[in-house]
């Protein structure tokens, strides 16, 4: 689905993403670790439309969609997650899932939404789907809870949430799992397999913690130094030489 050719993304004279080739299969949870620095979210931005890289390409089903703006992207069915932000904490969790199709666009759908009148058919539609994701993701309850009384595991599901109200085909997922409690971090892991499973999604994920990698992903690459170092099932990379030696090294 994702092909990455020779990526590179400098800031000055540092290297950050130096020569990053990989792949990563649709219909796949494809994890993506290394030590920190080695360019994981770089590379992610460089994808998601974020960054511009320095040279090398990045393709999706066959197309160059290199340097493509992130609201394209969205377009295309490639989302990233992101941090709910500040101005939408006072909304509710089911307002806030309502708000997707225009949140990454930008200002303009919310100003066709509120500023010249609302379509009811569409508005209901909007909030059936609002109400079955957050069934989906065991969250009914929260529903009318303001979304800056959540949580940080329960941000983190529900930021998975708005990746559900429109077609994703590919999700890019930083580190949702980081500072999240065992039992969310289970959900988490729940609500990623079944998307994969049930609704097609591809997944590609970077995370810290090797064991919810190992439970979820297949296969999983490593990165070092804004490279590949090797890519294989978690226990082949466990076992790699190479990626011990770069994991002993910082
Ligand atoms: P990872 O996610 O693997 O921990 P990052 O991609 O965040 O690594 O960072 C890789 C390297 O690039 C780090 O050394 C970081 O300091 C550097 N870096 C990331 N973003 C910038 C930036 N905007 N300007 C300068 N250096 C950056
Ligand atoms: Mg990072």
Known sequence: MIRVENLHRHFGGFHAVDGASLEIADGTITGLVGPNGAGKSTLFNVIAGALPPTSGRVVMDGQDITGLAPHELF??????????????????????????PGSQAGESIWNAWFGRGRIAQEEAALLK??????????????????????SGGQKKLLELGRTMMVDAKIVF?????????????????????????ERGYTFCMIEHDMDFIGRLCDPVIVMAEGKVLAEGTIDEIKADEAVIEAYLGT
């Open 129 to 150: 789907k609002a109400d079955e994701v957050l069934e989906f993701l065991t969250i009914s309850h929260l529903k009318d809870e303001k979304a800056g009384n959540l």
């Open 173 to 197: 997922l930083d580190e949702v799992g980081a500072g999240v409690n065992r039992t969310l971090l289970n959900t988490i892991g729940d609500a990623i397999r079944r998307l994969n499973e």
């Open 75 to 100: 377009h295309r069915g490639l989302l990233r997650t992101f941090q709910i932000a500040h101005e939408f904490s006072s909304m509710s969790c089911r307002e806030n899932l309502m708000m997707v």
